[in-house]
């Protein structure tokens, strides 16, 4: 497994080919996943269902040909067991309670032990690397600021303004949530690690909201932590970091002891490599799959010839597949970077 072209890019070795999976591959693009969650009766309830997760992990590698599968589940699974309850409202995503406000707030905040409060993600990882022999599995989690906004805010957010102005006003709420998060990932993956997943991937989707100072002082301190400590007792495990419209904190992130840094579609790969030499990954639009074919077919090419400067190359999307996405698409894209990707 050690050999396989994902493991091989992200430790910057050259593959064969250039390898592909994507985000959110899983997902409500797909006419079975669709049937599967129905069958689950929510969300989450899927996410808490070994059988069916393992399922659901498994369906892109079958159905769209992708050369790894990610683990299905959700950002929110260890912020349940904090003692957080998380609603999925229609029109609305989730919705978060009781809202942190106060470092009392935060001292109620349970840090989840994995086999005790999540053994239904160990035993969905379980499930799948029986059946998943000859390819990888991707374990992941959220990183910390992403995560604490959610939880300051109560939900989503398009200013951020609960986060920021914690961070800013009160930074001892901001230190000790973000610890007591840091401690949730570190042990999260952990388990994930140890469960069996072959890489992980940090998804710190929403730090591009910030500028390099808040980053560097109020963030990447956290991060780095929880990288350091999982590389300090499973080095040979490859990890992702990932988060949206962050083209400009590449440089700081390439500090962080990661192999991969993942890029969105806004972040040019030439842009990416000026500031990094570790491996990338990434990075066409979600949107592109709506294209007609040979615009696809141009725009993946362009990417593999930029990539090929990289140390290592996993060819993405730059987010998630987008739901109204054509099965067929998502097929056409997979082939299409292993034609052109031969290396």
């Given at each position: 497994m050690k050999d396989h072209p994902i493991?091989?890019?992200?430790r910057g070795e050259k593959p064969d080919y250039v390898p592909i999976w994507i985000m959110r591959q899983a997902g409500r693009y797909s006419a079975k996943y669709r049937e599967i969650r129905a069958k689950a009766g929510s969300f989450m309830d899927l996410c808490r269902n070994p059988e069916l997760a393992a399922e659901v992990t498994l369906l892109p590698i079958h159905e769209i040909?992708?050369?790894?599968?990610?683990l299905f589940s959700d950002i929110f699974v260890p912020v349940e067991k904090m003692g957080i309850n998380i609603e999925f409202v229609s029109g609305k995503g989730p919705v978060l309670s009781p809202v942190v406000k106060t470092v009392d707030d935060v001292e109620t905040l349970k840090v989840p032990e994995p086999e005790e409060d999540l053994p239904y993600v160990i035993?969905?990882?379980q499930l799948i690397k029986k059946k998943l022999t000859d390819r990888?599995?991707?374990?992941?989690?959220?990183?910390?600021?992403t995560l604490a906004s959610y939880i300051l805010e109560g939900g989503s957010t398009k200013d951020y303004l609960a986060a920021k102005t914690t961070m800013w006003n009160n930074p001892l709420l901001w230190d000790k949530l973000m610890t007591r998060l840091s401690?949730?990932?570190t042990k999260y993956l952990i388990s994930q690690i140890e469960a069996g997943v072959d890489l992980i991937q940090i998804f710190d989707s929403w730090m591009g909201v910030l500028s390099k100072e808040e980053y560097k002082t109020k963030v990447f301190p956290y991060t780095e932590r929880i990288v350091n400590t999982i590389k300090g007792k499973y080095p040979e495990i490859p990890i992702i970091h990932f988060g949206v419209n962050s083209g400009h904190l590449?440089?700081?992130?390439?500090?962080?002891?990661?192999?991969?840094?993942?890029l969105d579609w806004?972040?040019?790969?030439?842009f990416a490599l000026s500031k990094t030499d570790k491996s990338i990954q990434g990075n066409l639009d979600p949107v592109t799959?709506?294209?007609?074919?040979?615009?696809?077919?141009r725009k993946v090419g362009k990417i593999i010839e930029e990539g090929i400067a990289a140390r290592g190359h996993i060819f993405n999307l730059g987010h998630g597949i987008l739901p109204k996405t054509d099965p067929s698409k998502a097929r056409f894209l997979v082939d299409t970077v292993h034609r052109l990707g031969k290396l």
């Open positions: 493991l091989k890019a992200a040909g992708v050369d790894a599968a990610i035993e969905t990882i990888p599995l991707i374990g992941f989690s959220g990183a910390p600021f401690e949730v990932v590449i440089e700081i992130n390439d500090k962080l002891n990661v192999d991969v840094i993942g806004r972040t040019d790969i030439p799959l709506f294209a007609e074919d040979y615009i696809i077919e």
